[in-house]
């Protein structure tokens, strides 16, 4: 059973290009959706992390924009430029308590000069 | 930020060889995981833990073991090694307290069994 749906499973742009990779998920309690980014040979990365009590965040060239109706939320990369390439994780938790966070199968974005 | 620590980063090992991977964290934080992860594709949970003397296993059944004696440390061993188990292992952690349970890796120990 997968609590957080990731897609695509890859992704192909130009660079100055936007990205944008879905999430959706199932369990209403989720109150904490962070996005993680790996590069080859790396561990995961939190990159940015949106609460459901607002609709959007950004920090720089990346936003997340959340759906709390929907159950959905998706990571925006404006200007994509090829050091983006990486891999990318969506991931949603409750705090404190005893739940593990889980996290989407991850999306490779490749992003050509 | 977190600083979680790895070793070994890489290692080649004949297969039927015991084998551990250690994992330390200087943050105190409660919570500790094990990933597994083929490069570039999903990660999946093998072991975790919520505390000292806490273990519990993961999503992915894994012949392997883990203990928590302290709260800075979580090893991880495979007993007799087999070259099914060449993967990427992830230690990870995460404090109960901060929002959300924000998870922190390591840079990732490379196993190939041989």
């Known amino acids: 059973q997968q609590q957080v749906k990731q897609s695509p499973q890859s992704l192909i742009v130009q660079k100055g290009g936007i990205s944008i990779i879905n999430c959706a998920y199932e369990?209403?309690?989720?109150?904490?959706f962070p996005w993680y980014q790996q590069f080859p040979g790396k561990g995961p990365a939190l990159l940015i992390a949106?609460?459901?009590?607002?609709s959007e965040k950004k920090e720089g060239r990346f936003t997340i924009s959340f759906n709390k109706s929907a159950k959905q939320f998706s990571l925006h990369i404006m200007d994509s430029q090829p050091g983006d390439s990486a891999t990318y994780f969506c991931?949603?938790?409750?705090?404190?308590?005893?739940?593990?966070?889980?996290f989407g199968r991850g999306t490779s974005l490749i992003v050509h000069p | 930020e977190a600083d979680i620590y790895q070793t070994p980063r890489y290692l080649v090992i004949g297969t039927g060889k015991k084998i551990t991977l250690e994992c330390s964290q200087t943050m105190g934080h409660d919570k500790m995981y094990w990933y597994q992860q083929d490069p570039g594709m999903e990660l999946h949970l093998i072991h975790y833990?919520?505390?000292?003397?806490?273990?519990e296993k993961g999503d992915l059944s894994s012949e392997s073991t883990v203990s928590r004696i302290r709260t800075e440390h979580f090893p991880l061993t495979l007993e007799s090694a087999r070259p099914s188990h060449t993967s990427q292992y992830l230690c990870a952690s995460s404090d109960t307290s901060t929002p959300g349970n924000t998870i922190y890796f390591g840079e990732g120990s490379w196993l190939t069994v041989v």
């Open positions: 833990s919520y505390g000292v003397n806490s273990t």
């Open positions: 369990n209403t309690a989720f109150d904490y």
């Open positions: 991931a949603a938790s409750t705090s404190g308590g005893s739940y593990i966070p889980t």
């Open positions: 949106i609460r459901p009590d607002v």
